[in-house]
């Protein structure tokens, strides 16, 4: 699959709301690495185990200066009820118009049982100090996925 992102490209900017209906802008972010990941619905299994262990990790992520932003389009009240229903700690935002995602190029055509739509294809963008690009991870597997986000983080930041 061909993306329009790479490594070194600066991340694009973007204005979207959290599930407590405050708005995020990634361009007001500093000195902190971002760990962006796009996914396709709360409450489903592969999206819980994705958030659930970004939600364990994430005092390590901090020791790094990081910070974890969960983005699909589900409303705040679904990413509110997602939160207290699996005891998250990480912040969703909403992108319910697709803006964002298509900004990072993860809305697609994907194929199930021979139906064909568009939806997120489960994405991470790993976004240095500099608002640039530092990794990216397109068709994530679930399992072990934040283990090996924090390992290059942890790779990248000694650099």
């Keep these: 699959m061909e993306n329009l992102l790479s490594i ?3 991340a694009p900017d973007f ?5 407590d209906g405050k708005e995020f802008c990634l ?4 000195n902190k690495w971002l760990i962006v990941y796009f996914y396709p619905k709360d409450n489903t299994s ?7 262990e970004f939600t364990e990790l994430m005092p390590q ?19 509110i009820k997602f939160i207290n229903k699996h005891d998250l700690t ?13 900004k990072y190029d993860v809305w697609k055509l994907k194929k199930f049982m ?21 990794f990216i991870w397109f068709n994530v597997k679930v399992k072990n996925h934040g283990e090996i ?11």
């Design 149 to 159: 986000v924090l390992e290059k983080l942890q790779e990248l930041s000694v650099k």
């Design 27 to 30: 361009g007001s972010i500093s």
């Design 46 to 52: 592969g999206c819980t185990k994705e958030a659930k």
């Design 114 to 134: 021979g139906r064909e739509y568009m939806g997120i294809v489960r994405s991470t963008f790993l976004i240095n100090l500099s608002k640039s690009i530092s």
């Design 90 to 102: 990480i912040e969703l935002l909403s992108d319910h118009n697709h803006e964002v995602a298509k």
């Design 15 to 19: 204005k979207i709301n959290n599930q």
């Design 61 to 79: 992520f901090e020791s790094f200066g990081a910070k974890i932003i969960g983005i699909s389009p589900d409303s705040e009240k679904s990413h």
């Design 8 to 10: 070194g490209d600066p």
